[in-house]
């Protein structure tokens, strides 16, 4: 059974930075097809963040690039959304993902972190 487990989040100034991370356990990062965080503002659909696609290709939602940075730890077993110049927009619950697809999608989910940026 895989378990993702998210954290990192809090309260933040508008053009500040903050570190999330995604551990998972269960499986070896390796395993997955494709890793990454969402996010959910209130009232909003969730929606993509970063992520990396089998192993190595990183992308990105339009209004996070260049300023947000998806990474991962082999032997953390961990990936990480690094976020610089946060502004209040970016307020949400980040979520963290991975999907395996073997015989069918498999979709593992984290319990999510709030991230919330003041003006």
């Known amino acids: 059974q895989v378990q993702v487990v998210e954290s990192g989040g809090g309260l933040v100034q508008a053009g500040g930075s903050l570190r999330l991370s995604c551990e998972f356990s269960?499986?070896?990062?390796?395993?997955?097809?494709?890793m990454g965080w969402y996010r959910q503002a209130p009232g909003e659909q969730r929606e993509l963040v970063a992520s990396?696609?089998?192993?190595?290709?990183?992308k990105y939602a339009d209004s996070v690039k260049g300023r947000f940075t998806i990474t991962r730890d082999n032997t953390k077993n961990t990936i990480y959304l690094h976020m610089n110049t946060l502004k209040t927009e970016d307020t949400a619950v980040y979520y963290c993902?991975?999907?395996?697809?073997?015989?069918?999608?498999?979709?593992?989910w984290g319990q999510g972190t709030r991230v919330t940026v003041a003006s």
């Open positions: 990396i696609i089998n192993g190595r290709l990183a």
């Open positions: 993902n991975a999907q395996i697809v073997l015989q069918g999608t498999h979709t593992y």
């Open positions: 269960g499986k070896s990062l390796f395993s997955f097809n494709s």
